[in-house]
T-cell receptor, first 109, second 117 residues
Framework: GQNIDQPTEMTATEGAIVQINCTYQTSGFNGLFWYQQHAGEAPTFLSYNVLDGLEEKGRFSSFLSRSKGYSYLLLKELQMKDSASYLCAVKDSNYQLIWGAGTKLIIKP | GAVVSQHPSWVICKSGTSVKIECRSLDFQATTMFWYRQFPKQSLMLMATSNEGSKATYEQGVEKDKFLINHASLTLSTLTVTSAHPEDSSFYIC?????????????FGPGTRLTVL
């Protein structure tokens, strides 16, 4: 079956750096997405990786290793507004988006 | 660009009534629209995928006669929850995509919170 694993919850301190990992096992691969979702709101797009390596976008970076079925989202200079759930999603060979359960990130002052 | 709207943003209805939720892509043509349901503290659950002009593809376990999806145009899809019951209370989110290509992200609407009394 298809599976995406990410930690359920993480806690970090304001101003610090946090890495949220995601491992996947899917039938085919057509890219990996990271989304941010604040409580009670819809997800918003953060990043897309289809080739191995690191994609940097401001305070957020996303890394992909296709051979390892692994990605991480790196958040730098954490701010209180970064408290949210972070969803990892993979497009499989049918271009269907398979969602992880999300990682709830709690930022403490 | 790539804005998706949903209407209504919240709705309260009596058990047994039907509720229609609209999803519109405001500034692009959405070849594919998706309907999700999300219960508190849980992840998104895909209910169905719809392409303009064709029947929706429902995920396993989702009753197509209860959750009617119509994708009449490239900018509008509707989800009707028929004979709603309290267990249908949830956060319903639509998303739209320009196409199937790997890089085509899904743009999400703001969601509709349904409460069935």
């Amino acid at each position: 079956g298809q599976n995406i694993d990410q930690p359920t919850e993480m806690t970090a301190t304001e101003g610090a750096i946090v890495q949220i990992n995601c491992t996947y096992q899917t039938s085919g691969f057509n890219g990996l997405f990271w989304y941010q979702q604040h409580a009670g709101e819809a997800p918003t797009f953060l990043s897309y990786n289809v080739l191995d390596g690191l994609e940097e976008k401001g305070r957020f970076s996303s890394f992909l290793s296709r051979s390892k079925g692994y990605s991480y989202l790196l958040l730098k200079e954490l701010q209180m507004k970064d408290s949210a759930s972070y969803l990892c999603a993979v497009k499989d060979s049918n271009y269907q988006l398979i969602w992880g359960a999300g990682t709830k990130l709690i930022i403490k002052p | 660009g790539a804005v998706v709207s949903q209407h209504p943003s919240w709705v309260i209805c009596k058990s047994g009534t039907s509720v229609k939720i609209e999803c519109r892509s405001l500034d692009f043509q959405a070849t594919t629209m998706f309907w999700y349901r999300q219960f508190p503290k849980q992840s998104l659950m895909l209910m169905a995928t719809s392409n303009e002009g064709s029947k929706a593809t429902y995920e396993q376990g989702v009753e197509k006669d209860k959750f009617l999806i119509n994708h009449a145009s490239l900018t509008l899809s509707t989800l009707t929850v028929t004979s709603a019951h309290p267990e249908d209370s949830s956060f319903y989110i639509c998303s739209a995509s320009r196409g199937l290509a790997g890089s085509n992200e899904q743009f999400f609407g703001p969601g509709t919170r349904l409460t069935v009394l």
